[in-house]
């Protein structure tokens, strides 16, 4: 199993800054990708950001130039720094990390979210 802590989440006025923490433990493997989705009331979860194990990173088209999404040097940790916060980024944000196992087998596991809200 591998647990996920979440943190940094909270309330910011538009145009500020946060920044997300997800730290990684339990049984790590070392071929995986971390990332962040979110979900905002009555709308369906989507991608924000992610990065692979080589560091290769990914962004939906709604956050592209205002989202830095980051690892430490051992990967164990992603960190997502939000800028030019918007109202419409207001949301649950979920850390997950998508790992291969020693068998060659994909699992998914998922932080408790935290909260981000942006008021205008």
């Known amino acids: 199993q591998v647990q996920l802590v979440e943190s940094g989440g909270g309330l910011v006025q538009s145009g500020g800054s946060l920044r997300l923490s997800c730290a990684a433990s339990?049984?790590?493997?070392?071929?995986?990708?971390m990332g962040w989705e979110r979900q905002a009331p009555g709308k369906q979860r989507e991608l924000v950001a992610t990065?692979?194990?080589?560091?290769?990173?990914n962004y939906a088209d709604s956050v592209k130039g205002r989202f830095i999404i980051s690892g430490d040097n051992g990967m164990n940790t992603a960190y997502l720094q939000m800028n030019s916060l918007k109202s419409e980024d207001t949301a649950v944000y979920y850390c997950?990390?998508?790992?291969?196992?020693?068998?060659?087998?994909?699992?998914?596991?998922w932080g408790q979210g935290t909260q981000v809200t942006v008021s205008s």
């Open positions: 990065i692979t194990d080589s560091g290769v990173t």
């Open positions: 339990g049984n790590i493997f070392r071929i995986y990708e």
């Open positions: 997950k990390r998508k790992q291969m196992s020693s068998v060659g087998r994909w699992y998914d596991y």
